[in-house]
């Protein structure tokens, strides 16, 4: 498989010279300065290819080109905004980039609660708290309706928990649930937020999961004819919040999806992080039943937490609730059947790799360090390399 890394172009304080020595060949990224309802130029996409090959590395993957909010709220400047996307889908083929990561989260990408919890070896992960979230939700957001969905259990807690913040504390979670995460290209205020659920409150999943069809059913016809691989990313995590919907958080998600539109170019992102979070999914049989239309995996463990398995954390990516030696033999079986069949390469990266050693002293995004993906990349080829010697 393709070994490839995140990159957030030039202002990521990890330069590509350290990526070469990662052993991952490949670059995922996209670019973030321009906003999403701009046409990403060929100009401004042989720069940053060049920059990137000039390091001895390959542009593998865009992740991602964004789904502007109007196209998810399927307002009328969509199909001037689609025709857009389009566009930019056929200036990367022109360049030759092949495959296009992107998601269909209505207003958030993946939502956390803490990025610096610290593990028992002092590693610092990422995690999602449900209480934390049930408070941040209930009491700082006060979302309308948002008290009929957490029993009267789930109310006090969420109200214990907002009692021992301090004002520092409560601003903390604030920003790191609305202010922007990595790839995220909105921020927000608090304000500004309650004003962007409001746009959603007559968007259920049935109408978001119309607005993808129609979505899919312009763009990927488009893709198609220009040789590109769409790959959409599931929820992170799988289930509705804050009363917005989420209709790629499922098995049956994910069928729906490649069905709605069937195309060479319609496939998936397999996020094991995303989709494990879910104890109903059993990844390995998820792997092996899309294989041929995975075209990009996102390999990373998430372990469930007790007594409230909807809060979890960010494990080592060998560790968790993933079958990682089980995804990653279905993953090399289906690229093993690629090459005797034909097929497209099957790029991975290690995702939200934990701050360790000196991640914890250089100024890098959170859940995207140095050292702590390093590691990942490093167990992750060392699985795959015994897979294959099993399977030979």
């Known amino acids: 498989m393709e070994h490839t890394w995140r990159w957030f172009g030039p202002a990521d304080p990890i330069r590509l010279d350290e990526i070469r020595q990662t052993g991952a060949t490949g670059i995922v990224t996209a670019l973030h300065e321009l906003p999403n309802d701009q046409v990403w130029s060929v100009e401004a996409i042989r720069e940053r290819q060049a920059m990137i090959e000039a390091a001895g590395l390959t542009w593998s993957v865009v992740e991602s080109v964004p789904v502007h909010e109007a196209i998810k709220l399927g307002l009328p400047q969509r199909d001037e905004l689609i025709a ?39 590693a610092l992960a990422l995690r999602f708290d449900q209480t934390a979230f049930a408070a941040f939700d209930l009491y700082l957001l006060a979302r309308p309706g948002a008290e009929a969905e957490y029993s009267d259990a789930e109310k006090a807690a969420a ?21 922007g995460l990595p790839g995220a290209e909105e921020h927000y205020t608090l304000e500004q937020f309650r004003g962007v659920l409001a746009e959603y409150a007559e968007i259920d999943a049935d109408r978001l999961r119309e607005h993808l069809g129609d979505f899919l059913a312009a763009v990927v016809p488009v893709a198609e004819e220009v040789g590109i691989r769409m790959a959409i990313h599931p929820d992170d995590p799988p289930r509705p919040l804050l009363g917005l919907p989420r209709v790629v958080s499922t098995a049956e998600d994910a069928r729906w999806i490649l069905d709605v539109v069937p195309s060479p170019a319609n496939g998936l992102t397999l996020c094991t992080g995303s989709y494990g979070v879910s104890a109903d999914i059993d990844l390995v049989a998820m792997a092996g039943r899309f294989g041929p239309k995975i075209y990009f995996a996102h390999l990373r463990s998430t372990q469930r937490e007790s007594p ?35 097929g497209p390469r099957l790029p991975l990266r290690p995702d939200h790799g934990h701050h360790i050693l000196d991640d914890q002293h250089r100024d890098t995004a959170p859940g995207y360090p140095l050292y702590g993906r ?13 897979v294959r010697s099993l399977m030979a």
Not at 85 to 111: E, H, K, S
Not at 318 to 331: A, C, H, I, S, T
Not at 374 to 386: F, M, N, P, S, T
């Open 159 to 179: 109200r214990e928990h907002l009692d021992h913040l301090d004002a520092a504390g409560r601003d903390k979670l604030v920003n790191t649930l609305i202010a």
């Open 308 to 342: 409230d398995p909807r809060s979890f954390h960010e494990a080592p990516h060998l560790d968790g609730d993933v079958d990682m030696v089980g995804v990653v033999r279905e993953l090399v079986a289906e690229e093993r059947r690629r090459e005797r069949e034909g």
């Open 84 to 122: 857009t996307y389009c566009q930019t889908l056929r200036n990367l083929a022109a360049c030759g980039i092949d495959t296009v990561c992107y998601n269909f989260m209505p207003v958030l990408d993946w939502t956390r609660t803490d990025l610096t919890w610290a593990l028992s070896d002092g």
């Open 374 to 386: 390093l590691k990942g990349l490093a167990e992750l080829r060392g699985v795959e390399l015994a």
